[in-house]
């Protein structure tokens, strides 16, 4: 997932770190851990707020106001040019002329507008086909090696969540077989919440500089992928960096919110058994869910921000030029105004645009591989999993609500 499916960090910056301008309540969920932090709610649909930083932002809860600031072009999503109050990084010069790096998830039209159909040219229908079998087969093989242990038992998330689009990354990017190891450890621990803050910049690091041999290998020997097509075919061309840029952001887009979308997306259905039990009765099912499921667990916390250019009224509440505005998904996609119950997970929810993937012009880009991967994933280990249950108390599973990126660090499972 790209665009607004992502954290909207500075890169080099871990998710984990970020946490530190945040007000707990804002980002620490209570003892259900599928609902949004006590914080966001019931306070207005835009609210001021005092970051940890002593800085001031404006909290956007209400499911109308998220989509106007996501589609008005007096919202700037370009942290280079206007200062976040969410930003880590010290101010800077903003860059003069147009800019030369790949971010353009940090990006305004008309430069994103420009990379950002490069990008759309390559996500074809076609690839998208061709992926959907291969993400079948890497489904299948990792179910049947947890099966073929012998125990029974499994943590899910480096079992099966976190190595799946990983692999599917690789096939979309066109990472050799014999580099995906690699590949495969240090995209896990540059993701980790384990690791020390040294092993990840290592790690993202070697991920660099590994992109950096990929975009070259392409450039010399051409194939089918992705990769290739941006190397070869984007008019006009795009640099060495801007490649390595795009392959990144297609990395962590693509990776840390799927692997996290699975894992939560089976805790959630494990602990409401009636709504596992309807989707076991009725795979067909599986479209439906995928849709309540990210509407019900809005993964990308307060990770979306945008920087008012002019004075805006937005909610009824007035926003002065500069003002930071961060939009709180996981409220937005339970405002009562738009979802009869949305407290509740109901699988049989007749679909209504949520923003699980963001609006307007940085909606994700890859959300259609994403509802594949989903799809696949829980359908497969929902099939040939029987009796798939947690293999501990629920309130021993260890979430992230530490990261901006919610979901489980580890999931046990056992099955019949």
Not at 198 to 223: D, I, S, T, W, Y
Not at 292 to 303: A, D, K, N, P, V
């Amino acid at each position: 997932m790209t665009d607004d499916s992502l954290t909207e960090q500075p890169a080099g910056v871990s998710t984990a770190t970020m946490r530190r301008i945040l007000p707990a309540d804002l980002v620490e969920r209570g003892r259900d851990p599928f609902s949004p932090p006590p914080g966001l709610r019931g306070h207005g649909p835009v609210r001021e707020v005092e970051l940890l930083n002593g800085a001031r932002a404006w909290l956007v809860t209400g499911f109308d106001e998220a989509r106007t600031v996501l589609a008005d072009p007096r919202f700037s999503a370009d942290k280079l040019r206007h200062r976040d109050a969410t930003s880590l990084r010290p101010p800077q010069a903003p860059p003069e002329g147009e800019r030369t790096d790949g971010a353009f998830v940090f990006m305004d039209p008309p430069e994103h507008t420009r990379l950002r159909r490069v990008l759309t040219g390559q996500f074809t229908v076609r690839r998208m086909r061709e992926l959907e079998t291969r993400v079948r087969q890497i489904a299948v093989e990792h179910v049947e090696a947890m099966q073929a242990a012998g125990t029974r038992t499994a943590d899910l998330v480096p079992a099966f969540a976190l190595p799946l689009p990983s692999l599917v990354i690789c096939e979309l990017l066109g990472v050799p077989y014999a580099d995906r190891a690699e590949f495969q450890e240090r995209t896990a621990v540059g993701l980790s919440a384990s690791a020390t803050m040294r092993e990840q910049a290592a790690a993202r690091a070697g991920l660099h500089a590994f992109m950096a041999r990929l975009v070259a290998a392409k450039r010399a020997n051409p194939a089918g992928d992705l990769l290739s097509g941006l190397v070869h075919d984007a008019d006009p061309p795009l640099t060495d960096a801007q490649l390595v840029d795009v392959a990144l952001l297609l990395l962590t887009a693509g990776h840390e919110t799927t692997a996290n979308m699975l894992g939560l997306g089976t805790f959630a259905l494990l602990e409401h058994p009636d709504q596992l039990a309807a989707l076991r009765a009725e795979p067909e099912l599986i479209g439906d869910a995928v849709e309540e499921l990210l509407r019900f667990l809005s993964i990308i916390q307060l990770g979306v921000s945008r920087v008012a250019k002019e004075p805006v009224t937005l909610g009824g509440v007035d926003l002065p030029a500069g003002a930071t505005v961060v939009i709180a998904t996981p409220e937005v996609n339970r405002d009562p105004r738009h979802w009869p119950d949305p407290d509740m997970l109901d699988l049989r929810r007749p679909r209504t645009p949520h923003l699980a993937f963001g609006h307007g012009v940085h909606q994700c880009l890859g959300q259609q591989l994403a509802r594949i991967e989903l799809r696949i994933g829980l359908g497969e280990l929902i099939t040939r999993l029987p009796g798939l249950r947690l293999a501990v108390p629920a309130a021993q599973v260890p979430v992230r609500d530490e990261m901006l990126i919610f979901g489980v660090h580890s999931l046990p499972v056992t099955w019949a």
